[in-house]
């Protein structure tokens, strides 16, 4: 898996969420939630699938309420539950 996303209920938790793994140095990036994916606040936050395993312990200490749950796209950009 070459990129995901995580979709957000608020806004404002995934703005929180992108400045956090942000400081950790790690790409990524707002993004308009996929109108495929169905969910969401209409923001989420595009990472590497390297990077997953950081993200996953972010998300865990940070604690959000918010997360919906982490996607892909697939090559005809419909937006696949991970």
Same mark, same amino acid.
């Given at each position: 898996?070459?990129?995901?996303?995580?979709?957000?209920?608020?806004? /404002?938790?995934? &703005?929180?969420?992108?400045?956090?793994?942000?400081?950790? $140095? #790690?790409?990524?990036?707002?993004?308009?939630?996929?109108?495929?994916?169905?969910?969401?606040?209409?923001? /989420?936050?595009? &990472?590497?699938?390297?990077?997953?395993?950081?993200?996953? $312990? #972010?998300?865990?200490?940070?604690?959000?309420?918010?997360?919906?749950?982490?996607?892909?796209?697939?090559? /005809?950009?419909?937006?696949?539950?991970?």
């Amino acid at each position: 898996m070459r990129e995901f996303f995580v979709a957000f209920r608020s806004r /404002s938790d995934a &703005l929180r969420f992108f400045e956090e793994i942000s400081s950790y $140095r #790690v790409p990524a990036k707002i993004i308009n939630t996929p109108s495929s994916a169905g969910v969401g606040c209409g923001l /989420s936050v595009k &990472l590497l699938g390297k990077s997953m395993p950081l993200v996953t $312990r #972010v998300l865990e200490r940070m604690n959000f309420g918010s997360v919906i749950g982490f996607f892909r796209l697939t090559d /005809s950009g419909a937006a696949v539950r991970l």
